[in-house]
C-alpha cells in the first residue's frame, strides 16, 4: 500500500506560476515511476507530465515548456513545476505511482496508486 499526498494548489493569475508537491510513503519510492494528471469538472482526466525513476522526464503536448516535473527521491517526493498558467489550466491535479514503469505514461490504467487531488485555479 502507497501512500499520495498532493499539495501546493491554489488560486493564481493568468501567466504565474505554481509548483505542485506529491508526497509519497514507502521505501521503494525511489523504483516507482510517477505521473501529474489533471481533471476539469465535465472533462476526463488528462495526462499533465510524467517521470520515471532515473528521473527521465515525459509531458503532454498541452504543456510542454510551460511544465517540468522533478523528484526528489531523499525526499520520497515528485514535483510539478507549472510556469505561465492559463484558465484552461484549471483542475484538479493528481498524483500518481507505478511500481514498474509504465508503458505508455500518459493511460491512466497503467499506474496503481493515487493521491486525493489538489485544486489549481487560473484566473484571467
Known amino acids: 500500500q502507497v501512500q499520495l499526498v498532493e499539495s501546493g494548489g491554489g488560486l493564481v493569475q493568468a501567466g504565474g506560476s505554481l509548483r505542485l508537491s506529491c508526497a509519497a510513503s514507502g521505501r521503494t519510492f525511489s523504483r516507482y515511476a510517477m505521473g501529474w494528471f489533471r481533471q476539469a469538472p465535465g472533462k476526463e482526466r488528462e495526462f499533465v507530465a510524467g517521470i520515471s525513476w532515473s528521473g527521465v522526464g515525459t509531458y503532454a503536448d498541452s504543456v510542454k515548456g510551460r511544465v517540468t516535473i522533478s523528484r526528489d527521491n531523499a525526499k520520497n517526493t515528485v514535483y510539478l513545476q507549472m510556469n505561465s498558467l492559463k484558465p484552461e489550466d484549471t483542475a484538479f491535479y493528481y498524483c500518481?505511482?507505478?511500481?514498474?514503469?509504465?508503458?505508455?505514461?500518459?493511460?491512466?490504467?497503467?499506474?496503481?496508486?493515487w493521491g486525493q487531488g489538489t485544486q489549481v485555479t487560473v484566473s484571467s
Open positions: 500518481a505511482a507505478k511500481a514498474r514503469g509504465p508503458s505508455d505514461y500518459s493511460n491512466p490504467a497503467e499506474y496503481d496508486y
